[in-house]
């Protein structure tokens, strides 16, 4: 089984839509979550930190439950731009991180 | 803004050569890391490194080794190349110790024939 865990879609939807992206994680002494974004054929590229509490920039949205060692990413108003495969990324220790497989998104006009 | 520059973005090697990927970051980042992706596993850490001079085994070092004799050069050696070693390799950065996010390079795609 996979440390990080996430649907590899691809999630097809139109301009305008929410969509929703989730992950799992194994390691329950996981310390940090992060989301990237990876554009086809370029390198990743931070997206956003996920905290405790939830956390919001513009139309993105991000949680955390430590309990059920979930984690999601929500986007509203989906842009044409924001057609990318999207890595749910967890710190397991000092400074390693472990990447998911990703989820494919294509937004459509 | 953080740079972190890899020499090549393609290259084609024959098995059993020597080949080097070469890494420069320029923000006085501590940790450097490589990585290597391919399609249906992801980024797997083949090696990192939190000083000058000291490296530290990632989850697939076999085959690999690395170099660090200045802070912002982090060197990847292929001792004799493979065909499983086909792949987009990653190099990264971060500040320090400490959880902080990871820069990448734009990757160098090499093939092994």
């Known amino acids: 089984r996979k440390e990080v865990e996430q649907d590899p879609g691809p999630f097809n939807v139109p301009e305008g839509a929410t969509v929703a992206f989730n992950c799992t994680y194994s390691?329950?002494?996981?310390?940090?979550f992060f989301w990237y974004r990876q554009d086809c054929r370029k390198e990743p590229k931070l997206l956003m930190s996920v905290y405790s509490s939830g956390n919001e920039d513009g139309r993105f949205t991000a949680q955390l439950n430590r309990a059920s060692q979930y984690i999601s990413l929500l986007i509203r108003d989906s842009k044409l731009s924001d057609s990318a495969t999207y890595l749910c990324v967890v710190r397991r220790g000092g400074d390693k991180l472990i990447f998911g497989t990703g989820t494919r998104l294509q937004v459509f006009p | 803004d953080v740079k972190v520059t890899q020499s090549s973005r393609y290259l084609v090697k024959r098995t059993g050569e020597k080949v080097f990927l070469e890494c420069v970051q320029d923000?006085?980042?501590?940790?450097m890391f490589w990585y290597r992706q391919d399609p249906g596993l992801g980024l797997r850490l083949i090696y990192f490194s939190y000083d000058v001079k000291m490296k530290e085994k990632g989850d697939i070092p076999e085959g690999y080794s690395v170099s660090r004799e200045k802070k912002e050069r982090f060197s990847l050696i292929l001792e004799s190349a493979s065909t499983n070693q086909t792949s987009m390799y990653l190099c990264?950065?971060?500040?320090?110790?400490?959880?902080?996010?990871?820069?990448f390079g734009d990757g160098t795609r090499l093939s092994i024939l």
């Open positions: 990264a950065s971060s500040l320090n110790r400490g959880g902080q996010p990871q820069h």
């Open positions: 390691n329950s002494a996981s310390q940090s």
């Open positions: 923000m006085d980042h501590e940790n």
